[in-house]
C-alpha cells in the first residue's frame, strides 16, 4: 500500500524542515492533560502564555498551545494542540499539530515551522477571542468569538473525565478508568501520523490548496476491496485503486 500524501508531508517536515524563528517560553510547559470545566480564550490570555511566531522566507505561521505533549529530552519534534493561524493571523483554527519545542531555551531559537495533521472543522475557522471549553459534562466545544458554535466532539454526559494529548499526537477524550471515549484519531483529515489507522469508511481529505487549509475535492478511503481514491463530484467518480 502506498503512503498517503499526508504522511509523506509529515515525514517531509520533520526530515527536511524550513528553518524559523520561535519566541520561545521558560520552562517547564508539558502540560498535556486537563479537566473538566476549563475554558481557553483564543487570546494572548491563554494559561501557559505561550504564543508562538514562526516565519521563514515564504509564510509566517502562529500558534497558541494549550496542550503540549513535549519531546522527553526537552526539545525536539513534539506534538501539541491550540489555536493556529498563518499569514496575518486573523483566522485560527483549533488542531494538533507537530513542531520543536526547546523548553531549554530563550530568546530566539531556530526550529523548523509547525505542520498540522488534525484540524477541527477546517471549513470554518475562528477569530480572536473564539473559546474552546472542555464542559462539565464532558463535552468539548469551539465556538467563534460571537457565541456561535463551529464544532463540538458531541460527548455530553458520556462519562468524560478528561482530556489529553498522547505521544503519537492523538488528542482524547477519556473517562476516569483512562477508556477512550473520542479521539481525533478516528476522525482524520488531510494526515495520517504514526500508529494511527485509516479503517473503512474514513476519509482523508486534501486542503483545497497549499495556501487555503478548506476541505478540498481529492480524497482517499478505505473500503471492502482497498484503498480508493476519489474525486469529490456529482455523481461520484473513482479515479484510482491504490
Request: proline content about 5%.
Amino acid at each position: 500500500m502506498r503512503v498517503p500524501h499526508g504522511v509523506l508531508l509529515l515525514l517531509s517536515a520533520l526530515f527536511f524542515p524550513q528553518l524559523c524563528t520561535l519566541r520561545a517560553q521558560k520552562p517547564p510547559f508539558w502540560y498535556r492533560t486537563t479537566n473538566l470545566s476549563t475554558t481557553w480564550v483564543n487570546n494572548d490570555s491563554l494559561p501557559h502564555d505561550y504564543t508562538v511566531m514562526y516565519v521563514s522566507l515564504d509564510s509566517t505561521i502562529g500558534v497558541r498551545t494549550i496542550l503540549l505533549r513535549a519531546n522527553p529530552a526537552g526539545f525536539g519534534p513534539s506534538f501539541a494542540c491550540g489555536f493556529f493561524c498563518t499569514a496575518a493571523c486573523d483566522a485560527f483554527r483549533f488542531s494538533v499539530f507537530i513542531g520543536y519545542s526547546a523548553a531549554h531555551g530563550y530568546g530566539y531559537v531556530p526550529v523548523p515551522s509547525p505542520r498540522v495533521v488534525w484540524t477541527a472543522n477546517r471549513d470554518r475557522p475562528v477569530r480572536e477571542n473564539a473559546t474552546l471549553q472542555l464542559t462539565e459534562t464532558g463535552d468539548l466545544i469551539l465556538r467563534d468569538a460571537d457565541g456561535t458554535l463551529v464544532w463540538s466532539a458531541n460527548t455530553s454526559n458520556k462519562n468524560v473525565a478528561g482530556l489529553s494529548l498522547t505521544a503519537a499526537g492523538n488528542l482524547v477524550l477519556s473517562d476516569r478508568a483512562n477508556a477512550s471515549v473520542w479521539q481525533s484519531f478516528d476522525h482524520p483529515t488531510d494526515t495520517l501520523v504514526i500508529g494511527q489507522s485509516l479503517a473503512e469508511g474514513m476519509r482523508l481529505t486534501a486542503n483545497l490548496s497549499a495556501a487555503n487549509d478548506t476541505q478540498g475535492r481529492l480524497y482517499l478511503t478505505v473500503s471492502s476491496d482497498g484503498l480508493r481514491a476519489y474525486a469529490d463530484s456529482h455523481p461520484r467518480s473513482s479515479t484510482m485503486q491504490i
